[in-house]
Protein backbone atom coordinates (compact mmCIF):
# COMPACT_ATOMS: atom_id res chain seq x y z
CA UNK A 1 0.00 0.00 0.00
CA UNK A 2 1.44 3.55 -0.90
CA UNK A 3 2.43 6.02 1.59
CA UNK A 4 -0.14 8.59 -0.12
CA UNK A 5 -3.11 6.18 0.31
CA UNK A 6 -2.29 5.35 3.72
CA UNK A 7 -1.89 9.14 4.17
CA UNK A 8 -5.30 9.63 2.42
CA UNK A 9 -7.38 6.75 4.92
CA UNK A 10 -5.18 7.83 7.95
CA UNK A 11 -8.70 9.32 9.96
CA UNK A 12 -10.57 6.14 8.74
CA UNK A 13 -7.80 3.85 9.01
CA UNK A 14 -9.24 2.26 12.54
CA UNK A 15 -12.81 1.91 11.42
CA UNK A 16 -11.81 -0.17 8.30
CA UNK A 17 -9.46 -2.46 10.11
CA UNK A 18 -12.88 -3.04 12.70
CA UNK A 19 -14.58 -3.67 9.88
CA UNK A 20 -12.42 -6.63 8.88
CA UNK A 21 -12.52 -7.69 12.37
CA UNK A 22 -16.04 -7.87 13.12
CA UNK A 23 -16.89 -9.30 9.10
CA UNK A 24 -14.15 -11.98 9.62
CA UNK A 25 -12.64 -10.71 6.48
CA UNK A 26 -9.38 -10.94 5.12
CA UNK A 27 -6.74 -9.44 5.84
CA UNK A 28 -7.50 -7.80 8.90
CA UNK A 29 -9.92 -9.90 10.56
CA UNK A 30 -7.31 -11.30 13.45
CA UNK A 31 -5.74 -7.40 14.04
CA UNK A 32 -7.01 -7.34 17.12
CA UNK A 33 -6.46 -11.03 18.61
CA UNK A 34 -2.42 -9.92 17.11
CA UNK A 35 -2.60 -6.88 19.46
CA UNK A 36 -3.87 -8.90 22.53
CA UNK A 37 -1.25 -11.04 21.88
CA UNK A 38 1.70 -8.73 21.56
CA UNK A 39 -0.12 -6.55 24.79
CA UNK A 40 0.62 -10.03 26.55
CA UNK A 41 4.15 -10.22 26.12
CA UNK A 42 4.92 -6.90 26.86
CA UNK A 43 3.18 -7.11 30.00
CA UNK A 44 4.01 -10.21 31.41
CA UNK A 45 7.88 -8.74 32.23
CA UNK A 46 7.91 -6.95 35.94
CA UNK A 47 10.23 -4.84 36.32
CA UNK A 48 11.21 -1.60 37.84
CA UNK A 49 12.22 0.17 34.91
CA UNK A 50 9.89 0.82 31.77
CA UNK A 51 10.18 -1.14 29.47
CA UNK A 52 11.97 -0.13 26.11
CA UNK A 53 9.54 -0.66 23.03
CA UNK A 54 10.15 0.24 19.21
CA UNK A 55 7.49 -0.07 16.99
CA UNK A 56 8.27 -0.27 13.53
CA UNK A 57 4.78 1.05 11.80
CA UNK A 58 3.29 2.54 14.94
CA UNK A 59 0.10 3.72 12.65
CA UNK A 60 -2.03 5.20 14.93
CA UNK A 61 -0.75 3.36 18.06
CA UNK A 62 -4.00 1.74 18.49
CA UNK A 63 -1.90 -1.29 20.16
CA UNK A 64 -1.64 1.19 22.99
CA UNK A 65 -4.81 1.09 24.00
CA UNK A 66 -4.11 -2.21 25.38
CA UNK A 67 -0.62 -1.77 27.19
CA UNK A 68 -0.70 0.79 30.31
CA UNK A 69 1.60 3.73 29.15
CA UNK A 70 3.62 3.87 32.21
CA UNK A 71 5.13 0.35 31.48
CA UNK A 72 7.07 1.36 28.95
CA UNK A 73 9.47 3.75 26.80
CA UNK A 74 8.17 3.89 23.84
CA UNK A 75 9.53 4.88 20.34
CA UNK A 76 7.34 4.18 17.38
CA UNK A 77 8.28 4.91 13.69
CA UNK A 78 5.99 5.40 10.39
CA UNK A 79 6.53 7.19 7.38
CA UNK A 80 3.03 8.43 7.33
CA UNK A 81 2.31 11.89 9.18
CA UNK A 82 -1.66 11.69 9.22
CA UNK A 83 -1.14 8.56 11.03
CA UNK A 84 1.53 9.78 13.20
CA UNK A 85 -0.58 12.71 13.76
CA UNK A 86 -3.61 10.49 15.13
CA UNK A 87 -0.56 8.68 17.13
CA UNK A 88 0.37 11.33 18.90
CA UNK A 89 -2.95 12.07 20.95
CA UNK A 90 -2.94 8.10 21.51
CA UNK A 91 0.81 8.08 23.33
CA UNK A 92 1.73 11.72 23.88
CA UNK A 93 4.53 10.76 26.15
CA UNK A 94 5.98 8.55 22.98
CA UNK A 95 9.19 9.59 20.70
CA UNK A 96 7.44 9.78 17.48
CA UNK A 97 9.93 9.83 14.16
CA UNK A 98 8.87 10.02 10.77
CA UNK A 99 10.61 7.85 8.77
CA UNK A 100 10.93 5.43 5.94
CA UNK A 101 11.82 2.20 7.55
CA UNK A 102 13.59 0.95 3.97
CA UNK A 103 16.25 3.09 4.41
CA UNK A 104 16.91 1.41 7.72
CA UNK A 105 16.77 2.74 11.08
CA UNK A 106 17.01 6.38 12.05
CA UNK A 107 20.44 7.03 12.81
CA UNK A 108 19.64 8.63 16.58
CA UNK A 109 18.87 4.87 17.24
CA UNK A 110 22.12 3.23 16.14
CA UNK A 111 22.51 3.01 19.82
CA UNK A 112 19.85 1.91 21.16
CA UNK A 113 18.60 -1.55 22.63
CA UNK A 114 15.12 -2.84 23.46
CA UNK A 115 13.39 -5.13 25.35
CA UNK A 116 11.10 -5.42 22.48
CA UNK A 117 10.81 -4.91 18.73
CA UNK A 118 7.15 -4.85 17.33
CA UNK A 119 6.20 -5.19 13.90
CA UNK A 120 2.44 -5.73 13.00
CA UNK A 121 0.87 -5.44 9.06
CA UNK A 122 4.14 -3.98 8.32
CA UNK A 123 5.88 -6.69 6.16
CA UNK A 124 3.00 -8.02 4.06
CA UNK A 125 3.70 -4.76 1.79
CA UNK A 126 7.78 -5.83 1.38
CA UNK A 127 9.25 -8.84 -0.24
CA UNK A 128 10.90 -11.70 1.32
CA UNK A 129 14.45 -10.34 1.08
CA UNK A 130 13.41 -7.22 2.82
CA UNK A 131 11.74 -9.03 5.87
CA UNK A 132 15.26 -10.94 6.11
CA UNK A 133 17.08 -8.34 6.48
CA UNK A 134 14.25 -6.46 8.98
CA UNK A 135 15.30 -9.78 10.79
CA UNK A 136 19.32 -9.11 10.19
CA UNK A 137 18.86 -5.21 11.27
CA UNK A 138 16.64 -5.77 14.65
CA UNK A 139 18.52 -8.41 16.01
CA UNK A 140 21.31 -6.25 16.66
CA UNK A 141 18.61 -3.88 18.86
CA UNK A 142 17.22 -6.14 20.85
CA UNK A 143 18.84 -5.76 24.61
CA UNK A 144 19.55 -9.10 26.38
CA UNK A 145 16.79 -11.54 26.38
CA UNK A 146 14.79 -9.04 24.43
CA UNK A 147 12.30 -10.25 21.87
CA UNK A 148 11.24 -8.96 18.10
CA UNK A 149 7.20 -9.52 17.97
CA UNK A 150 6.34 -10.12 14.17
CA UNK A 151 2.19 -10.36 13.74
CA UNK A 152 1.10 -10.38 9.88
CA UNK A 153 -0.53 -12.20 7.08
CA UNK A 154 1.61 -15.24 6.96
CA UNK A 155 0.98 -18.89 6.78
CA UNK A 156 2.79 -21.66 8.28
CA UNK A 157 3.61 -23.82 5.08
CA UNK A 158 3.21 -23.34 1.50
CA UNK A 159 1.20 -25.97 1.26
CA UNK A 160 -1.04 -24.28 3.45
CA UNK A 161 -0.63 -20.91 1.84
CA UNK A 162 -1.70 -22.45 -1.69
CA UNK A 163 -4.72 -24.02 -0.25
CA UNK A 164 -5.98 -21.24 1.45
CA UNK A 165 -5.66 -19.14 -2.01
CA UNK A 166 -7.59 -21.98 -3.64
CA UNK A 167 -10.55 -21.89 -1.54
CA UNK A 168 -10.85 -18.07 -1.24
CA UNK A 169 -9.69 -17.55 -4.90
CA UNK A 170 -7.50 -15.21 -4.49
CA UNK A 171 -4.49 -14.76 -6.90
CA UNK A 172 -0.82 -15.04 -6.07
CA UNK A 173 -0.45 -11.45 -8.18
CA UNK A 174 -2.56 -10.09 -4.78
CA UNK A 175 -1.04 -6.95 -3.83
CA UNK A 176 0.29 -8.17 -0.31
CA UNK A 177 3.05 -10.68 0.16
CA UNK A 178 1.71 -13.64 2.16
CA UNK A 179 5.25 -14.91 3.80
CA UNK A 180 5.68 -18.37 4.52
CA UNK A 181 7.15 -19.13 8.06
CA UNK A 182 8.77 -23.00 6.85
CA UNK A 183 10.63 -20.49 4.13
CA UNK A 184 12.19 -17.94 6.47
CA UNK A 185 12.97 -20.56 8.40
CA UNK A 186 15.51 -21.80 6.06
CA UNK A 187 16.97 -18.68 5.24
CA UNK A 188 18.02 -17.31 8.32
CA UNK A 189 21.05 -18.29 10.11
CA UNK A 190 21.21 -20.03 13.98
CA UNK A 191 21.87 -17.32 16.03
CA UNK A 192 18.00 -16.87 16.09
CA UNK A 193 15.32 -18.63 18.53
CA UNK A 194 12.34 -18.30 16.77
CA UNK A 195 8.90 -20.15 16.81
CA UNK A 196 5.77 -19.56 15.21
CA UNK A 197 2.04 -18.76 16.93
CA UNK A 198 -0.85 -19.73 14.33
CA UNK A 199 -3.31 -17.56 14.75
CA UNK A 200 -5.78 -18.08 11.77
CA UNK A 201 -5.07 -19.44 8.55
CA UNK A 202 -3.41 -16.82 7.34
CA UNK A 203 -3.22 -14.81 10.05
CA UNK A 204 0.22 -15.68 12.46
CA UNK A 205 2.52 -14.55 14.79
CA UNK A 206 6.71 -14.93 15.09
CA UNK A 207 8.97 -14.66 18.33
CA UNK A 208 12.56 -13.84 17.61
CA UNK A 209 14.78 -14.53 20.54
CA UNK A 210 18.77 -14.06 20.28
CA UNK A 211 19.62 -16.43 22.62
CA UNK A 212 22.66 -17.00 20.80
CA UNK A 213 24.11 -14.31 21.37
CA UNK A 214 23.37 -13.70 25.15
CA UNK A 215 25.14 -17.55 25.52
CA UNK A 216 27.84 -16.62 23.95
CA UNK A 217 28.29 -13.09 25.81
CA UNK A 218 27.62 -15.08 29.09
CA UNK A 219 29.97 -17.70 27.88
CA UNK A 220 32.74 -15.21 26.99
CA UNK A 221 32.22 -13.33 30.48
CA UNK A 222 32.47 -16.73 31.96
CA UNK A 223 36.04 -17.29 30.51
CA UNK A 224 37.32 -13.85 31.16
CA UNK A 225 35.95 -14.73 34.53
CA UNK A 226 38.15 -17.43 35.12
CA UNK A 227 41.04 -15.76 33.18
CA UNK A 228 41.41 -12.98 36.00
CA UNK A 229 40.88 -15.43 38.68
CA UNK A 230 43.77 -17.33 37.91
CA UNK A 231 45.91 -14.14 37.40
CA UNK A 232 44.48 -12.71 41.20
CA UNK A 233 45.58 -16.79 42.49
CA UNK A 234 49.05 -16.07 41.07
CA UNK A 235 49.46 -12.60 42.36
CA UNK A 236 47.82 -13.42 45.90
CA UNK A 237 49.25 -16.88 47.01
CA UNK A 238 47.05 -18.80 49.68
CA UNK A 239 48.70 -18.63 53.26
CA UNK A 240 49.28 -21.87 54.70
CA UNK A 241 47.00 -22.67 57.63
CA UNK A 242 48.84 -22.97 60.92
Known amino acids: MSNKLYDDIAKDYDFLVSDDIENFRF ?3 EHSMVHEIIAEYVSEPKKDVPLKVLDIGIGTASLYEKIMPEKIELTGIDNCEAML ?4 LRVPEANLINHNIKKGLPKE ?33 LAPFGKLLIGDIM ?3 ESQKQKFLRDNEISEDHNLYLHVYEEMLER ?8 FMEINQYTGLIIVEKLY ?5 YEETLVQYKSNTEKWKSTHPEKKSE
Open 27 to 29: PYS
Open 85 to 88: EIAK
Open 109 to 141: LDDEKYDFIIISYVLMNFDLEFFLYFIELFKKH
Open 155 to 157: FYS
Open 188 to 195: LDDHFDLS
Open 213 to 217: QNSLQ
